[in-house]
């Protein structure tokens, strides 16, 4: 049976591009493979967040989780700090990781220069706990988004260095697992790259109504184009993008033709995708509203996933700590 394991830093809410970058597709496959959906706190440390936030932070997610769909009766979901395995296979992985290769990591460069204060060891080695919290389940497939492409080769490298080093054929090389075939990236709407938290440009799932109508609408357009069957310039591109993200076919048709023969009104694709953004998240929104109330469900469906990670994570790192040379 193939395993599927994947996570989200809980730094705040889930946005569009969590949604359609990863937890769409973890809904897709929780009914067919074995999977773990864990919410990566221990990651979050590497911004050093106040200690009041970090169980608001991780029901924040468990809450929006179950919203979306996640099934705990299918899908292990679970916390990753309760699962301590993690942390020694961390460990060994460390042992064969090296500096030049780390520090080469396109994510840790740019933190280091967002956050050229604290440039800490969390942030260099990010890639080999993530690589642990995927191997550490023998996984197969690692639904993500497109900007985890280089911390995914990192964790085929780490598995396949393992595997090379003490002769074995043990770790599983992970797979970044595309729906659609290829990577997702949901673009910000403030004119370039992608929809993040940190970029402060993201729409949650948990947004109200008028909040979404009012960020779209502040998106960033042009005076349009002049020229029928004009290339699109990136803001544009990105509206359009998100359309086909949210919006029916014929919605994107439409307005791709009034922007082919120059006769696009920004407000009126605004508007539309307003509406098709409220229309997807609201019944979410509801949801979430719902099960936050609930802390007792929330604490059984951690436990639960707890045990069933604790279970598969314990049984990798005996025969990992006999790999190794541990008796
Ligand atoms: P994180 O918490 O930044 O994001 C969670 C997931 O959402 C996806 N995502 C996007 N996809 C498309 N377009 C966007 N604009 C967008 N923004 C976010 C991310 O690709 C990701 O899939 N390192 C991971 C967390 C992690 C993890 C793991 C993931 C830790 N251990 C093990 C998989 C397996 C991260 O920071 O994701």
Redesign the pocket.
Known sequence: MEIV?????PTGNLHL??Y???VKNFLRLQDEYKCFFFI?DW?SLTTHPHPGDVTVNVRKILAEYLACGIDPEKAAIYVQSDVKEILELYLFLNMNAYLGELQRVTSFKEKARKQPENVNAGLLTYPTL?AA??IIHKANK?P?????EQ?MEMARKFARRFNTIYGVDFFPEPESYYFTGEA???PGLDGSG???KSEGNAIYLVDDAATIRKKVMKAVTDSGPTEPNSVKPEAIENLFTMLKIVSSPDTYDYFNEKYNCCEIRYGDLKKQLAEDIVQFTAPIRERILEISADVAYMDKVVAQGAEKARESASRTIKEVRKIIGFK
Do not use: E, L, P, T
């Not at 394991?5 to 830093?9: K, W």
């Not at 993500?144 to 985890?148: A, E, L, P, R, Y």
């Open positions: 394991v994947s996570g989200i830093r591009g969590n359609f970058g990863a990566a990651h993530m919290d995927i690692v993500v988004g497109k900007d985890q911390n997702v990236k949901v992608k929809m993040g």
